[in-house]
Structure formats: structure tokens, C-alpha cells
């Protein structure tokens, strides 16, 4: 049996329901591994970090992703159910929404396509890589160590296929707001009590997205962002009496938004919260109540509003809110928490090799991205339970050089892995126990630089 720090070992144990014994076993060395390991998270580099506590054959262990029966949905369904933990419910689950690309050649890679890279991409130029794209669902969680912004957590993502790979396999094509509608669904089921805020950015400004979450208004709402030239009207009008003929579908046809702003000669300011957590900034906005149009597809009543940056570092930007009663202060703050998953994303790859795996088998493919994803979350809500054990709040690692004032991803990850050092790896295979014979400023220092290694 693997010995397991004491924070640890409850959270983990609640995956157990997944696979078989003998499967996690090896799916707790794995985690370590994947914990210690430094640069590609491949299965290789995770055995040669976790190699003291390792049991059996290697190939044992590269099983697990690429053969072994388990599923990732009942592993998102506990990881939901330990994020959401961190969130009062009283209060909204507030869910960012993204997709990111992740490079990945060769001939026979599952699932691979050509996709746009957003990072090295801009408005005039679009770089294509051939690789995956993942749509991420994610739960924004303020922890104590980190007030000025939330942590975008993982819980769920799904594999993007494009149309080619989908013709060639026989399924229905998805497009990422489909995938996007899928996931926050399955959140929902799972969590009936709760309502959940869905962020998303342009990509995400579907009618059909804003339809769905209309129709589940009392549990959802979208924040996304609105072209200028949206197609808005009012509500259709009453029935006469006696009236005949086919209801109407709309009311009166409004001006687009930027039509609207144009002609607005006096513009409400306010202070509100913006991009980074707990900046403020003071814009400009103009706020109105419509009814977003589309053919065949019907009415969906949101509020929309336009923001000016009265600094002039951001551009102009037009939101909306499948929610007309949000206020514009709340909804403007709503979207600019929705960059907590940008540097999600930028952490896990930074730190946690997100677009490392080399997989090519469609289990391996399907299953190891969305744990590396699981695992920056896992990090996080261990890091929290150990560090902040008996009302304490963990300091951020300093220097005189070099100075933070709340603790990073990169901070809990040393932290969680100086605990694997000492209370597992050190535990099992440091017979004689010549680490607790260190002097304890050598073995504090040993410990630091090992939990830094990476």
C-alpha cells in the first residue's frame, strides 16, 4: 500500500470508485509522477520520477491510458463535486468556458486536425498548427491565499473533431458550442441545487447557446460578448381580441448596438472590476433591454452593454446577459473574470506540460489531457486543504529581488510536491531514514530545491 500524506490521501481515495484496485495502485504512482515529473508528462518521465515506489512491470503502468477500463466522467464528477465544495451555496458557480489548441504531430495521431492557434494568432495574421483542440469547462474558486483573483479550476473538457475526422469515423459533427452546451449540461445534472454562471468569449456568442440557457434561466446564466451589429428587436405584441392569423414571431425591429451607442450623446461611468483580478478601472457603458433575433430559431431576451475604457489601454467592447435584470456593473465584472482561464491554461502548460503527451491511441488520447487538467485543479484543492489547515494563510515564496504578493500555481505545485518528497518518496524508500538525520536547515534546503526541480 502506497503511503500518501495525510491531506492527500482522503481526496485521492474518492477516485478510487473509477477503477479497479490493482488500476489505482498504479494510477497513485502515476499521480505522484506526474507531480515530481519535470518538462513532457509522458508515462516514461512520470516512472523515472516516481521509480522508488514503483511495483510490477513499467508497461503496467502505461496500460492505465492506453488499455485499462475506466472511465474520465465519474473521475470529472468527484473533482466537480470537490471544487464546487470551495464555492458557498448561496452564491452562483461562476464557469468559464474556453477551448485551446495543443500541438501534436505524426501520421496517426487520434483525432488530430488542423486548428488555430489563439496565442501566436492576431486579427490580421492566423497561425495553423496540426494537433488537438480541447473545450474546457472550468469553475472559478477564490481561495484565501488569493483574493485579488480567482483560480479557474478544471472539471471537464471534451476533444474537439473536426468535420473530416468525424465523416471519417461516422459521427455527428460537434462544434465547440455544442461541446460547450454539452458539458455545462452535464454539470447541471449533476449538481441539481445549484446555479451556474457560463462565461465565454467570442466564440461562444451563439443564439443557440443563449436559447439554451434562456430555457434553464432559473439555474444558467451566458456572459459573453456581442457583435456591434446584432440583429436586436422588442418583444412580439399581444393578441387583439378577436384577432386571426399567425402570432407574431417579433416586435419592432431596434437599432444595432453601435447605432445605438452612436446616437447616445450622454454615457453612464461607473468603477468596476476588471481584467486581473482586483484592478479596477472606470468606463464608460451603455446599457439597454432586447430581444436577440435570428431566423427560424426564435427570440431570446438579454441585456447588452457597451464598455469604454475611459484609460485607453483596452478597446471597445460590446457584452451581453442572457439575464436582463443583470445589472451592467455586474455583468461587465462577470466577463472580465473570465480571464482566470487564460492563465489556467498558460500555468498548466507552463508547469504541468499540458501540451506535452505524445499519445496516438484514441484511449490514451481522450484520457490524458483532460487528467493533466484535473490535476492543476487537484493541486490546487490539496494545496489549499494543506496549507490552510487551522485558519493559517500561506505566504508566497520571496526574495529580496523578488517580491509577490499572493501565492501562484507554481508556489502550491512546490508545495504539494515538497509534501510528496518527504511523507511518500522519502517515506518508501529511505530505509534508514537518512533524511531525519539531515541537520534541519540542510534538509529544508534539500527539500526546496527538489520541490523547485521542474
Known amino acids: 500500500m502506497l503511503s500518501l500524506p495525510k491531506a492527500a490521501e482522503p481526496l485521492l481515495s474518492r477516485f478510487s470508485i473509477a477503477f479497479t484496485a490493482p488500476t489505482f495502485q ?33 508497461s503496467d503502468y502505461h496500460r492505465v491510458f492506453c ?58 495574421h492566423n497561425v495553423w498548427i496540426w494537433g488537438h483542440c480541447w473545450v474546457v469547462l472550468t469553475v472559478n474558486v477564490t481561495f484565501p491565499f488569493c483574493a485579488r483573483r480567482p483560480w479557474a479550476l478544471p472539471v471537464l473538457a471534451a476533444l474537439y473533431r473536426t468535420r473530416e475526422v468525424n465523416r471519417e469515423q461516422g459521427r455527428r459533427h460537434k462544434t465547440p458550442v455544442v461541446l460547450a452546451r454539452q458539458l455545462i449540461a452535464t454539470l447541471m445534472h449533476w449538481f441539481p441545487p445549484r446555479q451556474f454562471i457560463l462565461l465565454g468569449d467570442g466564440h461562444y456568442a451563439s443564439h443557440a447557446l443563449a436559447r439554451f440557457c434562456r430555457r434553464h434561466r432559473r439555474r444558467l446564466t451566458l456572459v459573453s460578448s456581442l457583435h456591434p451589429r446584432a440583429h436586436l428587436c422588442e418583444a412580439p405584441p399581444a393578441r387583439a381580441p378577436g384577432q386571426r392569423g399567425r402570432r407574431r414571431i417579433r416586435g419592432r425591429k431596434l437599432p444595432h448596438p453601435r447605432d445605438v451607442v452612436a446616437s447616445t450623446p450622454k454615457r453612464q461611468r461607473a468603477t468596476v472590476g476588471w481584467y486581473g483580478g482586483g484592478k479596477r478601472r472606470r468606463v464608460e457603458f451603455v446599457s439597454q433591454a432586447a430581444h436577440w433575433y435570428k431566423a427560424t430559431e426564435g427570440l431570446v431576451p438579454i441585456r447588452w452593454v457597451f464598455v469604454h475604457d475611459l484609460d485607453g489601454t483596452h478597446e471597445d467592447r460590446y457584452f451581453f446577459s442572457t ?25 498548466a502548460r507552463q508547469h504541468l506540460g ?101
Not at 497513485?28 to 516512472?47: K, N, P
Not at 439575464?323 to 500555468?347: A, H, M
Open 26 to 58: 498504479r494510477v497513485q504512482v502515476l499521480f505522484v509522477g506526474f507531480v515530481l515529473a519535470f518538462g513532457r508528462r509522458t508515462v516514461t518521465r512520470a516512472l523515472w520520477a516516481a521509480r522508488a515506489l514503483c511495483r510490477g512491470h513499467f
Open 67 to 124: 488499455r485499462a477500463r475506466w472511465s474520465p466522467w465519474p473521475l470529472g464528477k468527484v473533482l466537480a463535486a470537490m471544487v464546487l465544495e470551495l464555492v458557498p451555496a448561496d452564491q452562483p458557480v461562476i464557469c468559464p468556458v474556453d477551448d485551446t489548441a495543443t500541438q501534436h504531430r505524426g501520421k496517426r495521431v487520434y483525432g488530430k486536425g488542423r486548428h488555430r492557434d489563439p496565442c501566436r494568432s492576431t486579427r490580421t
Open 323 to 347: 439575464d436582463p435584470t443583470l445589472s451592467p456593473s455586474r455583468l461587465i465584472g462577470l466577463y472580465t473574470g473570465r480571464w482566470s482561464i487564460e492563465v489556467t491554461f498558460q500555468e
Open 354 to 454: 499540458l501540451a506535452s503527451p505524445r499519445n496516438r491511441n484514441d484511449r490514451s488520447v481522450l484520457r490524458t489531457v483532460p487528467c493533466l487538467l484535473g490535476l492543476f485543479s487537484f493541486v490546487a484543492v490539496l494545496f489549499h486543504r494543506h496549507a490552510c489547515r487551522g485558519g493559517r494563510t500561506p505566504v508566497p515564496l520571496t526574495f529580496p529581488w523578488y517580491a509577490k504578493r499572493e501565492v501562484s500555481f507554481g508556489d502550491a505545485l512546490a508545495a504539494v510536491r515538497r509534501l510528496l518528497w518527504e511523507q511518500t518518496v522519502f517515506a518508501e524508500s529511505d530505509r534508514h531514514h537518512a533524511l531525519k538525520k539531515l541537520p534541519p536547515k540542510l534538509r529544508d534546503s534539500v527539500l526546496d530545491q527538489l520541490s523547485r526541480a521542474a
